[in-house]
């Protein structure tokens, strides 16, 4: 819709030193003229103005000067009463002269409504306008399909559908706003008690929206296989517009929100829609908050005199005695210091009672070059460490071909999906034998309500999750070792790496 | 099944060996400057943060979107031997005014999200001159922006400060310099360990009031209380100095670390840490043949203080009284005879009495040796190192 210039005047009584009055003035018109009550003399402003709270005492002058300020700016009609006889030309003005809400005022009091009603709005997206929008879109659909339906209904069901993606349209501003303004905030108590709603909110409504989407998209292109231009037309039609109403422009106004309704859901362009932008925008909402909310929490927990401390501690180094002193400040305020410790070990330190004194005990092995060139060798060292070393080092690499015939194994046995047990054939002893342990570990724990049991290895790399499908079929896994005969499980095991799960495989 | 099952638990028991090393060496540990030791820590995380809850009393806070790991280190009893260090090749320790310049730019980081290097010393330029004690800082000088810089420097190493765009470095020549850095706010509160800030402190004793532990009850402490100081207190020493002497902890301590528990305790938690324990007479020291957990090495070839040591100790180890500076010089000089290449930084006239100097300062952070007075005394844990012919030695290759 394009930008209409605004009559300069129509906000006038919004602004400046007397904004309160006037707006009290409009709105005890604005309630008159709700109730049917064409005009108001100054008495009935008067009075009503009182009853509505504003208790400020306005002289008869005063009030008739604003009424008359009110009618210059065009928002008040001034209406001549002739009913009476009139004896003084005090009267006559007091009595006379009604004044009446014009177009201008109505929209001015309704705009400043408007107004305080969008400062004072906390922002939320309301799920329950996503099934508004889903629900109209289905019942224009059907109304289209059936040939005899009525043009007003069809009219109305446009207008509600355009008044619901109006407030989705808003209450995505207004949360937006809201967030930033969250997020700007530095009182944590506020944010603390805010948070966890606007988390849960957030992530309700993408949950939401995630589920109500393909619906909305399904029900517009069944929309748009009828003819958007039609159903346009037809409502034009029920909407039955007065002689005066400029219908081209009634038109193009559905279209402009038929085409923003499309933004939303399903872009004719093949461009993202926003309802996905929302989507993403939000998740990285929730992230920010929780990661708001941890810094919040921390700095509460015991430092928000961070910057105290670091200013008290400045003092202290400052005025602190000796050097040695200093580091001893830092070492106990920081703790930040490595540890230190010996390298040098006895080869069997079993062998020394712990009542022997050191100079009694057995020397650890020093580097010989160290005390003649000052240097450590950096090459293997006598036949009898160099065994140890081999046999370390043979060790290590058992150790390390182990775990290598290990990974092997997960990867062999990773379904990256939900297979049956009589799948696995073929698997070589070593592999069984995981295979059977995982099985065991997830036979021995106990199955959810949907018959499910899981478990995972020791080490939480591997995850396995057992169902018995119950349809009394067998698994028989032949393998070099024998055969394994048992119910046919549905099996789904997976590689777990950093809490996330990998398709292994 | 059971060669798998081994498996595992080997595989946990040699990451929680290197993780507690690994923390013991560097309380703070960042994805960005150690991506493999924070991967393990973090993957090890609940292990290892109650195994240093138990056995020390210490807090381990692992972040792992934000990418780091703090061990909140807590003493109590404080040694001088570990200072804050400038990121230079000297490696020097802070004096006074980076230490209180450090403390200065923290707090005035915590105020928001980015500032700039110049922002930043305007910053602190303002604050120091408000306060009573704290001396003015004057970003004209050149001295005083080496000092700033290296300050900059050790909160980048520790991860608090990250220049987005510019170098720290550029600051030292002109104060006009360009960086803008983004701040850790949290990171940078963490680094504060002591469990009392010392803004709350009344006046007094700061280490002690700083250190005080409430979970420990004081005065009134009940048994449980009293045994989990005790636990914690031998531990702490145990798992970060080089040597715990029973002739330095206090009789209640001496008595729980000798007592069968507290063997066993020291004994299992050090097991667990991938450390030997040895246990002497007078004493006990934890062995860890990775040096991973430890900031330095001895004996070691890493520079000529750490020679000289060695050498020195064979003459402090036959003199019960100790010996003076000047008696070692001897001992310094025939180092620097013995090597004439690699010594040049002691070749001026007080060449051996600074040699003399660095490697009792290299044997004193080893508790190895003590200062008593003018005289240096060898400590029992010096003759690990020390050759006495005759006497027995574990490789028998205790070369004469």
Known sequence: MATQRVPPDVFRFAVGAQAESYSAILRAFADAAQRWEGSLGIDDVRDRVRASGWLDALGDGDLAERLKKLAEWGLLDVVQHHAEDYRTAAEYERRNLHYALTKAGAAAWSGLRHAMA?????????????????????????????????????CAAVHELEGHLESLRTGTAHFHAELR???????????????????????????DLDQRRPAISAALAE?????????????LRGADLPPTADERDWLERRAASWGTLRDWFRPADGSPPRAELLRAAARGI?????????????????????????????????????????????????????????????????????????????????????????????????????????????????????RAELDAAWQRLATGGEVRLSSFTGLEPGVLDRLLDLLGRALASRADDAGVRRARTGDGRVEIELSDPADGRTAELRTERGTLCGPDFAVHVRLVADGAVEAGG | ???????????????????????????????????????????????????????????????????????????????????????????????????????????????????????????????????PVLPGFDPALRAERMAFVDVLRALEGFGALEPVDGSTEDYTDSAGAKVLYRVDATLLVRLLAAPNGPSRLPDGDRLAGMLAEPRYGGAGATDVQRALRLRHSVLRK???????????????????????????????????????????????????????????????????????????????????????????????ESVLDRSPGSARTYRYSDGPARLVADAVAVLVDFGLARRDGERIVALPAAARYTIVSGSPDSAGGNPS
């Open chain 1, 118 to 154: 969008s400062f004072d709005e906390t922002g939320a997206l309301p799920t329950a306008v996503l099934d508004a929008i889903a629900d109209r879109l289905a019942e224009i659909a059907a109304l289209l399909a059936e040939p005899g339906s009525a043009d007003r209904r069809l």
């Open chain 1, 181 to 207: 303004r969250l997020q700007r905030s530095d009182d944590p108590g506020e944010f603390d008690e805010v948070k966890a709603a606007t988390v849960a909110h957030l992530q309700e409504f993408t949950t």
């Open chain 1, 223 to 235: 929309v748009e296989a009828h003819g958007v231009a039609d159903l346009h037309r037809r409502a």
């Open chain 1, 286 to 402: 929730v992230g920010e908050l929780l990661r708001e909310l941890e810094r919040i929490t921390e700095a509460r927990s015991g430092s928000s005199s961070a910057a105290a401390d670091f200013r008290e501690l400045a003092r202290w180094f400052t005025t602190a005695d000796r050097d040695e002193d200093l580091h001893r400040l830092w070492s106990a305020a920081f703790g930040l210091g490595p540890a230190r410790h010996a390298h040098l070990a006895h080869e069997d330190p079993e062998l020394v009672a712990p009542a022997t004194p050191w100079t009694r005990a057995p020397r650890v092995r020093v580097s010989a070059l160290l005390r003649s060139g000052g240097r450590v060798e950096r090459f293997g060292s006598t036949g009898k460490v160099r065994d140890v070393a081999q046999l370390a080092a043979l060790r290590a690499a058992r150790a390390r071909q182990e």
């Open chain 2, 1 to 131: 099944m059971s060669n798998l099952a081994n498996q595992l638990v080997i595989a946990e028991r040699a990451d929680l060996a290197r993780g507690i090393r690994l923390l013991l060496g560097s309380p703070l540990i960042r994805a960005a400057t150690d991506p493999d030791g924070f991967d393990l820590v973090r993957r090890r995380a609940d292990t290892l943060a109650s195994w240093f809850d138990h056995h020390c009393g210490w807090a381990l806070v692992v972040e792992p979107r934000q990418g780091y790991a703090r061990l909140a280190k807590v003493r109590s009893d404080p040694d001088a031997s570990r200072p804050a260090r400038r990121d230079r090749g000297s490696r020097a320790p802070f004096d006074r005014r980076r230490y209180a310049l450090f403390c200065v730019a923290a707090a005035e980081l915590l105020g928001g999200p980015a500032t700039t290097v110049g922002l930043l010393a305007d910053r602190v330029a303002q604050a120091t001159a408000a306060d």
């Open chain 2, 238 to 332: 145990l798992f970060d100095d080089p040597v715990v002497y029973w002739a330095d902890l206090t009789a209640e301590q001496r008595e729980w670390a000798t007592s069968r528990t507290g063997r066993e305790n020291m004994r299992k938690a050090a097991e667990q840490g991938g450390f030997a324990v040895e246990e002497r007479a007078e004493g006990v020291l934890l062995v860890d043949p990775e040096s991973l957990a430890t900031d330095g090495r001895f004996p070691d070839d890493g520079d000529n203080a750490k020679v000289a040591a060695l050498h020195l100790l064979d003459s402090l180890g036959a003199s019960r009284a100790g010996l003076t500076a000047d008696q070692l010089r001897e001992d310094a």
